[in-house]
């Protein structure tokens, strides 16, 4: 899981919504490249519940799941932070390929 000074560098801002922002980044530390996604948690067990799900559900048609936190802010809100693989593609570009190629390709 990425620490906050590894990230150091651009990043991409890919979505912002009022519950939560998508941020595209490199972990140098890993020299990889991985998606932040900080959502408002607004129930702490269902959020668990579903980080508990993204730790089993490691296969090649899921998107990598690296970690997560939580923290809160100055208003004592909580947020939770998961770490993510960063895909080359879209859905629609990989579902493309699998109608062209009949296989799912990278």
């Known amino acids: 899981m990425f620490e906050w000074e590894e990230l150091e560098g651009a990043y991409d801002v890919l979505k912002i919504t009022p519950h939560e922002a998508i941020f595209g980044v490199e972990n140098l530390k890993e020299n ?4 932040l996604k900080l959502s408002l948690c607004l129930n702490k067990a269902e959020t ?3 980080i508990g799900i ?8 899921f998107v990598k799941f690296y970690g997560s936190r939580f923290f809160e802010d100055a208003n004592h809100k909580e947020f ?27």
């Open 54 to 61: 993204m730790k089993i559900c490691q296969t090649p048609f």
């Open 48 to 50: 668990l519940r579903e």
């Open 32 to 35: 990889k490249k991985s998606i």
């Open 80 to 106: 939770v932070v998961y770490e993510l693989e960063r895909c080359h593609y879209s859905l629609s570009h990989y579902l493309e390929l699998q109608r062209i190629y009949g296989e799912y390709s990278k």
